[in-house]
């Protein structure tokens, strides 16, 4: 697979003195096949399926996802804390792929294949067991990814593995839509039930595939007793941590609140007939570029690269202000311009966070990747809910037509939502991670500190 770049074996090591193969890195990765085909579903065909095809109000959509987001603040910290504290004999991590995949599953079914007169409580309803079963995998994923290796690089490749797929899962979301688009009649209803048919016989292979294959390390030789107020302030006082965490939020709310708008703005702004084909264009360059990302990192610094990637792409957003009627060609120019930069905004942040969970492992030689990607999660998934929910509420007190609109205003307003507002946005989140201080050097360091202290904890009485 030439999109994975080789790395020595030398720097694999992680799971308990063993190697982590690549052949392991890929197994880890295919999960995120078909979680990477649900998110963008979601945010541009589920406010017209539920409001164009159901009548539900846009305001009561844009309302209701956030409700629903906001539930995943109690469920995010208390998974968070289990995956760390619960020592089940087939792994603190693994468990939570079986659970995970059967409320996922049955998530996916009831969002994705609504029966006819539907309402809100339905939907509220069917959007958060969604959540729930993407938190109950992806929060124990993530940490059990932070644990495959030690290394710095090593974590970087890694990431760029599992977001290899993820990607592929996101060009199998625009592919599927962009087929069933195709034959006449084809309503949302029908890409939404396409793309579940994907999830449903995917999910479980996959995770299958990593539950067999990808060895989970043992639990540290240290557990700290949990007390909530010392983890607030473990987390508060993890500098790199707090950065890399604004930088999420700051930049998930932005280019969220363009994607919402996405099918509204290609439509109604540009005249894009098929907005499911730029799409394939716009991940098919994010693919491309996953290994250049990946070797820029590992020469300028994992921050400084993240910090390029934003850049450019807040250009792009800013200059889909000047893409009129009829400029097809321009928009899906910038589109997968800003594509290119997607898959560093995907692994790179990621990457990062496992190096900041080495502050804590130095200093209580437990390994707590539960509970900080827990804090992560629940200040991404602020920037989905205000992301998701803000600019319908926008175009709903502008009074804009979901089903298509031609008044000038209205068309004004969708304008400046899609491009200068999240322009603005994700440059605020470059500025902010261009002085991340968290480097390879300091990293190195953390490790020797933990190498050292395990040694003399092991060998004491």
């Known amino acids: 697979m030439a999109v994975i770049p ?11 003195g ?13 999960i995120q096949l078909p979680l990477g085909a649900i998110g963008l579903p979601i945010a541009i065909y589920l406010a017209p399926l539920y409001s164009g095809q159901f009548g539900l109000a846009l305001q009561l959509i844009g309302v209701a996802l956030i409700i629903a987001r906001f539930s995943d603040f109690v469920t995010d910290p208390i998974i968070g804390i289990l995956t760390d504290r619960w020592r089940p004999a087939i792994g603190r991590r693994r468990i939570w792929l079986l659970l995970g995949t059967i409320v996922m599953m049955i998530g996916v079914f009831l969002l994705f ?80 039930a396409a793309i579940s048919l994907f999830v449903l016989i995917m999910l479980p292979l996959t995770a299958t595939i990593l539950f067999l294959t990808v060895p989970e390390p043992e639990a540290p030789i240290r557990r700290t007793r949990f007390d909530l107020r010392a983890t607030l302030r473990t987390l508060a006082s993890n500098r790199p941590f707090v950065r890399i965490t604004l930088v999420l939020l700051v930049a998930t709310t932005g280019e969220v609140f363009r994607q919402t708008i996405t099918v509204f703005f290609a439509r ?117 809910a205000l992301g998701a929910g803000l600019p319908l509420l926008i175009l709903g007190a502008a009074s804009y037509r979901s089903a298509g609109e031609t008044q000038p205003e209205p068309l004004f307003v969708l304008t400046v939502s899609y491009s200068l507002v999240p322009a603005v946005l994700v440059l605020c989140a470059a500025a902010m991670a261009w002085n991340y201080p968290l480097t390879a050097d300091r990293q190195r360091q953390l490790r020797d500190e933990i190498d050292a202290r395990t040694a003399d904890a092991t060998a004491g009485p």
């Open 6 to 16: 080789s790395s020595p074996s030398k720097e694999h090591g992680g799971l308990n």
């Open 18 to 30: 063993r190697t982590i193969t690549t052949a392991q890195m890929i197994a880890f990765g295919t």
């Open 113 to 192: 294949r609504p029966f006819p007169g539907v309402g809100i409580v339905y939907f509220v309803s069917a959007v958060s067991t969604v959540y729930l079963g993407y938190t109950m995998i992806l929060l124990p994923y993530a940490a059990w990814s932070a644990e495959l290796s030690p290394d710095y690089h090593v974590r970087t490749r890694i990431s760029s593995i599992s977001q290899f797929f993820s990607i592929l899962g996101l060009i199998a979301s625009t592919l599927i839509p962009a087929y069933v688009q195709s034959r006449p009649g084809a309503t949302s209803a029908d890409v939404m």
């Open 268 to 384: 109604d702004v540009v005249g894009v007939t098929n907005i499911g084909i730029v799409y394939f264009f716009y991940f098919a360059a994010a693919l491309v570029m996953v290994p250049a990302w990946t070797w820029l990192a590992r020469r300028v610094e994992k921050h400084r690269a993240l910090t390029l990637a934003l850049v450019i792409v807040a250009m792009t957003n800013a200059c889909m202000f000047l893409v009129g009627q009829g400029q097809t060609v321009l928009f899906t120019a910038l589109f997968v311009l800003k594509g290119a930069c997607y898959g560093a905004v995907l692994l790179l942040p990621h990457a990062m966070v496992a190096d900041t969970v080495d502050i804590d492992t130095a200093q209580t030689l437990d390994r707590q990747q539960g509970i900080f990607y827990a804090a992560i999660a629940m200040v991404q998934k602020m920037g989905y």
